[in-house]
């Protein structure tokens, strides 16, 4: 295993960490109920979820998107996958990859920003999966790559492609709608080592795609698929609420950039595909949606960046602390 990518940092496998997801319609309840555990989601949101997977055969492309990936990198180290939510689970990718005598594999988690759910509660998952695995390899979270000149550039591709598909009448005037996954304000607030850094890495990874696509182009940031019980504040405004807004205002046109996921997930092809989409067409305003970085050559390359790095200091224990738990 003696390899060039890593080397320096001494690893002798790459992890890919990600949420998993539904493969067939009897996989979606369960699945969910794993991703809910005592977190107070309301049982009708739960229900509703249900029905958005079931819409696509209880499929979600997100782990057919992992498999993808790794089919695509291109790294001198073993892969292994290991998911939070479903098959693949990672503590049965931990169990094997101590068999094969791993020693200290790097993990690249499929997500991009800070805070606990994007943060803390892999580092959490990995450290419950290694605590069942007796002997379990040293596994050390390669950094956060939002700002990764590899993951912008992904981004600015797609969006130029997407911006290029709208009528070319209304393409000058079009806004560029960023959205990323809704989170509690509280979470919002206490995110990466000093708050707030999931907004602002959102932001910030915006401003750089909107600099080489267009610069001076307006652009807003907007949030997507909130869960959680009503009573609980999340970070608005809502994308379709903020459609609605652009509507009322004269903005001719939209593209949707999904900035906060990496790969194509239920909520880009639900919330964006399925639901904004539906409403851009009732009200007459014609939408794109840009594609996430998925597979593309410089999200791909991105990741042998990482692993080339020198390993990256671990997290301070203080940031994007857990939630306190509510039962469902
Ligand atoms: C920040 C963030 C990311 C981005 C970072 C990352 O990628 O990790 C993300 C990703 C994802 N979220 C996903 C799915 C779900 N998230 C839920 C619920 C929640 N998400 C939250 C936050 C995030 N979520 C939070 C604070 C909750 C409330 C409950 C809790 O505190 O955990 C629920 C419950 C039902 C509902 O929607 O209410 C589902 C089904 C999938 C898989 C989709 C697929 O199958 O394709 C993916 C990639
Ligand atoms: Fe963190």
Not at 203 to 215: G, N, P, S
Not at 259 to 266: A, K, Q, R, T, Y
């Amino acid at each position: 295993m003696g390899s060039t990518t890593g080397s320096d940092a001494g690893y002798d496998a790459l992890l890919v960490v990600s949420f998993g997801g539904p493969e067939g319609p009897e996989d979606v309840m369960p699945f969910l109920e794993n991703v809910v555990r005592g977190r107070g989601v309301p049982r009708e949101r739960l229900l509703e979820v249900e029905a958005h997977y079931q819409r696509f055969g209880g499929v979600s492309p997100i782990n057919r998107q992992c498999r993808e990936l790794i089919d695509a990198l291109d790294v001198d180290l073993p892969i292994y996958w290991g998911n939070r939510n479903w098959h693949p689970f990672l503590e049965d990718t931990v169990r094997r990859m101590k068999e094969d005598g791993v020693r200290r594999a790097a993990a690249f988690v499929t997500a991009a920003y800070r805070s606990y759910s994007s943060c803390r509660q892999y580092l959490d998952d990995i450290d419950r999966a290694r605590a069942a695995v007796p002997g379990a390899p040293e596994i050390v979270k390669l950094r956060h790559y939002y700002d990764h000149p590899g993951f912008v550039a992904a981004m600015a591709d797609h969006t130029r492609e997407a911006l290029a598909t709208l009528p070319e009448d209304v393409r000058t005037g079009a806004r560029l709608v960023f959205t990323a996954h809704s989170i509690p304000v509280s979470m919002a607030r206490t995110a990466g080592p000093s708050g707030g850094a999931y907004e602002a890495e959102l932001r910030e990874t915006a401003r750089l795609v909107v600099e080489q696509v267009d610069a001076g182009r307006p652009w807003d940031l907007v949030w997507q698929s909130r869960s959680g019980p009503p009573q609980v504040p999340w970070l608005e405004p809502d994308v379709c609420d903020h459609l609605e807004a652009l509507h009322a205002e004269g903005v001719p046109a939209v593209t949707l950039v999904p900035i906060g996921f990496v790969s194509d997930h239920m909520e880009v092809v639900y919330d964006l595909d399925t639901e904004a989409a539906d409403l851009a067409g009732k009200l007459g305003m014609p939408l794109t949606r840009a594609a996430t970085a998925g597979t593309h050559p410089r999200f791909v390359s991105m990741v042998a960046e990482l692993l080339a790095e020198p390993a990256p200091a671990p997290c301070p224990g203080t940031c994007c602390p857990a939630p306190a738990r509510r039962p469902s």
